[in-house]
């Protein structure tokens, strides 16, 4: 028999009857109140769970739960009645990425923003605030977190005293405004969660009854002091390390490893101070995860299973808590509260913290659920809707009683801390072996809610060897329809190969480079499936044309400078892929047609598909174009200044850019990669592959002759666009080395 447990239960009586002699003020009862005091740490908050384990398998009540950060989250969850294994298995499948860091599925965004990222893949947006520049309050607006939080605690009431839960329990915060420690002891218990964790630089700050909070590591990481505060008689800490060893500190090699390095040295002084004030009756858990990072939360099983084996060492002392308790009848826990068991129906929307956005809009989004039973997994649904939206970072409602089975749902929203000016940026360039070097660089910004009724306007400009200014109206109409109107001049520095004018000869013999201008004014009627295509019918009026820089005798090619048109267009798209330019899965069918009906003669047809499938690492991507674009003109010989090319990659990699032309084009293109990494946090995936293609581009009067090329390549889906290296070789010993960083060129 161990008499270890017998000597610390004996040495917490004694101590109980010590205070018991200091008199009545200071009595406590004959078991003490022991409060769990859980350290904020990320992903390695898992390890609590298996202290909250042991005291419920030894039957120890909890008299509070005190939560910083990653600890209020796991004490938030289970104070309100959640089990750990239900918190080890929703929190810990999450996807960091796309719930810790808000990354969206491009399946997830309206048919317009999708339109918008292929345009400018460089996904940084900043606006002009106030006279100066304004970004994100953080990488993460932690929008997915505080639904997966409201999500989870959808059973306590709005506003909720946290003692009537069941189990009473604190959130740790920190005031923005001055630094002061702020303990959430009531209110929404998920907006009190998400304040507690709102890490600086990494997730924006929380605002609560007007006040704004920060994480609340930085004033009390572990915070003891507040436990002492709400009379703790025995504290159970559970300690997540002190991170970094001094000797492993990284170097100050530039500002953000300095900035993040103080942020470490101010959490672990407030850890050392509250370390300091634990007593020799309180229990200190502290499981080794010096190596598991802040969003490694794949590794749940693992982290918990750490947690486990730092009990061993304080086994002795929860024995005595054991033992002090087992003579007690059981405690009689407050009942889970069953504020999801009443029935709630929605008879009234309303929105609040909205100021540029109408009301109008959020009112109408959420529609559907008016008149409806209230349901939690609904209401996410458009609450994210609401936040893919792109005007709001932060997204969240409550339930207001009117009388009986009646409610308000109120949306809080906050905009964007940049808004209503929204700016993007995107680069570009591209070099391939005795081709063409293309550069480009602009800016694109968005201007909407002009209106109440939502008017947008937007202006591109881009400079280069693709040059662009371009400006559109938009005005949402009702049911899915809306109104787009705009005026564009485009610029493209291209090539003019032997080629693709003598076609018996095949070489990368360049005759000229030529600029071709497009002018055009367009007005088009636009209908959006719900996110899953578009479809758009409208009229445009053109002018192209095209100058050379050589004097080279190209007369057939040179003597049509300028042609106008007015004609009809149509659209139909449909984008269900979930990566622009590296797809895993799902399919994309573009289809389009353009017919002049005044000025010349002209029709354009494009038809394009795409098709992604994979298996674990393994992808395949299938790909068809088909195309038209001609001008009929007077002269028999002249050819069309508008033109279809190929050459580059996935686009016959073994031919330069340009180097087919025509005013006909088919190609068809099969892509197997390879996919060697996740690209970590922030999802940047690096891949290596091989294409197989076959196509052509030809003019009217001349046959396809089909040609054939073969690429190897390795690429990354980066957030600033395409980055890739290939190698491609062809019919007629054709071949090509091209490298594309930024934005990827496309004519």
Known sequence: MSWIPVIWALALSLWVSGVRAQGPVNAVPATPSVVVVLAGGGAKGFAHLAVLRQLEQDRIPIARIVGTSMGAVIGGLYASGMSTDDIERMVGGLDPSKVALDQLNRLELPSRTRAYQQKYPVELEFGIKNGGVSFARGVSDGQRFLALLQALTVHVPPNVDF?????????VATRYRDGEI???????LHLAIRASMAAPAVFAPVEVDGETYVDGGLVANLPVEVALREGADVIVASFLGGGVEEAQTEQASHALVVANRMLDILIRQNEKRNLALLRPQDVLVQPALQDIGFADFSRAPEIVARGEQALIPVQAQLSALRTA????????????LAFDQREKRIVAIEAQGHKDVSERYIQTMLSPMLGQEFSPVQAERYMDELYTSGYFDLVSYTLEQQRGDRYTLIVKVREKPYSPHFFKTTLGFSAEVDGVTQFTAGVGYRRPWLTPSGLEFSLDARMGTQSELAARLYQPLTGGWSLEAGASWDRNYLPLYRTAIFRDEVGNEKLAYFNQTVQSVDAQLVYDFERKANIKMGVTSSAIRRTFDTTADLTEVTNTDLVKYKGLKAQLQIDQLD?????????FLGASLERGVSGAIYSGGRLTAKWAHSQGPHIVNLGLNLAQDRVTLDCANCRSPSQLILGGFQNMGAYRMGQLAGDQLAHLQSTYMYRLTRGGLFNQKTYVGAVLEAGDAWYKGEGIRWRYSGTLFVAVDSKIGDIYLGAARGTGDSYNLFLQLGRRFSF
């Open 579 to 587: 990566s622009l330019s590296f797809p895993t899965r799902g399919y």
């Open 325 to 336: 308790f087992a003579a007690q009848p059981p405690v009689q826990t407050a009942t889970r």
């Open 163 to 171: 003692d009537d839960l069941k189990i009473p329990f604190r959130a």
């Open 182 to 188: 702020k303990v959430f002891d009531q209110g929404a």
